[in-house]
């Protein structure tokens, strides 16, 4: 069975919708400035974007909040006027309650595929309320998120929610790369660990590793 090509399926889709002249609305998933500096860049002339800032995951509140300043700040800063904001509440109790039971798997084990489920879910349903054609993440920049569980788990999401999800490998045609570029010109703030303690956890044993 041949391995799906996420990028080539979004290539495909924006040059559909560019060739009808349209720019539909996307509910855009963002769990950092510097996964989202490539995206938005990539992103911005083909959708209509609207950001939610939904990572309950972060479970230091300052760490949420500077993250959440840095993503705007970089959005000012590179004149992305269209690009709105959807308030979200900033409730860490609802991810302890989806990983409960999970709390020792390792980093991108099953506690992952729950914490993605439940971010992407929760986008699936405020993109429906809001009216959004499309939803997605920035997640699968990362190379270490598997751009296949994502997608999986996005595709099954839209499907139950009746909302489209866009498939994406954004790490692809030097995405990775260009984040890392885009962070350095802009300063961006760049965390070691995704947000949960537990990632926080593994960063910090691996830093120890390496120092030892």
């Not at 760490?63 to 300043?69: G, P, V």
């Not at 190379?143 to 790490?171: H, W």
Request: hydrophobic fraction near 30%; charge should be neutral.
């Amino acid at each position: 069975m041949n391995k799906r090509n996420y990028q080539k399926e979004l290539d495909a889709l924006i040059e559909k919708n560019t060739a009808a002249g349209e720019k539909p609305s996307l509910l855009l998933h963002v769990c950092c400035a510097v996964c989202a500096s490539y995206v938005l860049e990539y992103l911005y002339e083909h959708f209509s974007i609207t950001i939610a800032y939904y990572n309950p995951n972060i479970t230091d509140e300052a760490e949420y909040l500077h993250r959440y300043a840095e993503l705007r700040r970089y959005v000012a800063e590179r004149q992305m006027d269209e690009v709105r904001f959807e308030d979200v509440e900033y409730k860490p109790e609802e991810f302890f309650e989806t990983v409960r039971g999970h709390e020792s798997d390792r980093e991108g084990g099953a506690r992952c595929s729950l914490c993605f489920a439940q971010r992407l879910g929760y986008t699936a349903k405020l993109a429906k309320k809001i009216g959004c054609r499309y939803f997605a993440t920035t997640l699968t920049i990362s190379p270490l998120k598997n751009a296949d569980v994502l997608n999986a788990i996005g595709t099954r999401i839209g499907e139950q929610e009746g909302v489209e999800y866009l498939p994406s490998d954004f790490k692809k045609k030097n995405g990775y790369k260009r984040s890392i570029e885009l962070s350095r010109e802009y300063d961006l703030y760049r965390q070691n660990f995704c947000g949960c303690v537990f990632s926080q956890e593994e960063a910090r044993q691996r830093d120890s590793s390496k120092n030892a």
